[in-house]
């Protein structure tokens, strides 16, 4: 999977795991915070988006809740811990 294919399924991981029915993959931009004033997401999103990151890409993210703020920041962000995760980072 590329990088572009990747960040794109994430997008739509999202979308779908959060039902946000206003919103589609391709209106979220890579580098976008997924918190606060960026797609505005909170607590229990980050619980659902991580059961779905982790059920769709196999990766498991650690309890301390800071490392999980900077890995849950952006799509980006995500998509670089789900690379270094698989061992496919460059």
């Known amino acids: 999977m590329t990088r572009e294919e990747l960040e794109n399924r994430l997008k739509e991981t999202v979308v779908a ?3 946000i029915e ?11 915070p997924l918190f606060g004033e960026g797609l505005g997401l909170d607590s229990i999103d980050a619980l659902e988006l991580g059961m ?9 993210f ?18 670089d811990y789900i690379e270094t ?6």
């Open 62 to 79: 650690s309890s301390n809740a800071a490392d999980n703020k900077k890995i849950f920041h952006s799509v980006k962000t995500l998509a």
């Open 52 to 60: 779905a990151v982790k059920k769709s890409f196999g990766v498991t």
């Open 17 to 19: 795991s959060l039902d």
């Open 85 to 90: 995760q698989r061992g496919t980072a460059k």
């Open 22 to 32: 206003d919103l589609s993959p391709s209106d979220i931009r890579t580098d976008a």
